[in-house]
């Protein structure tokens, strides 16, 4: 089973930019849509973006659009979340996960999900 593990995760100020990466190991992440989810705290988790597993598509939450944008390399089984403009709601643990096909809803059949990494934006 293919495990993942965020980093990239820090401290910040609004305006800022940062980078997620998602790194997966003991397996690969070639066949799976990858997703980013966020959970703020006192909060429920909710989806960020997903990439299908081609990389042709992605799909954003409203909240972040325009701002934030997802790749993948599938030959070093990575996902990236670029995220720019940050804000303070941006503020939460992300996680990334895998999936057959995209998942926006948390709760759905997910392969795979990872320890996550925090963001801090503060104002």
């Known amino acids: 089973q293919v495990q993942l593990l965020e980093y990239g995760g820090g401290l910040m100020q609004a305006g800022d930019s940062l980078r997620l990466v998602c790194a997966a190991s003991?397996?690969?992440?070639?066949?799976?849509?990858m997703q980013w989810f966020r959970q703020a705290p006192g909060k429920e988790r909710e989806f960020v973006s997903a990439?299908?597993?081609?990389?042709?598509?992605?799909y954003y939450a409203d909240s972040v659009k325009g701002r934030f944008t997802t790749r993948r390399e599938n030959h070093q089984n990575r996902v990236y979340l670029q995220m720019n403009e940050l804000r303070p709601e941006d503020t939460g643990i992300y996680y990334c996960?895998?999936?057959?096909?995209?998942?926006?809803?948390?709760?759905?059949?997910?392969?795979?999900w990872g320890q996550g990494t925090q963001v801090n934006v503060s104002s």
């Open positions: 996960a895998a999936s057959i096909g995209v998942r926006r809803d948390p709760r759905d059949d997910f392969a795979s």
């Open positions: 003991g397996g690969t992440i070639g066949a799976y849509a």
């Open positions: 990439i299908t597993w081609g990389g042709h598509d992605t």
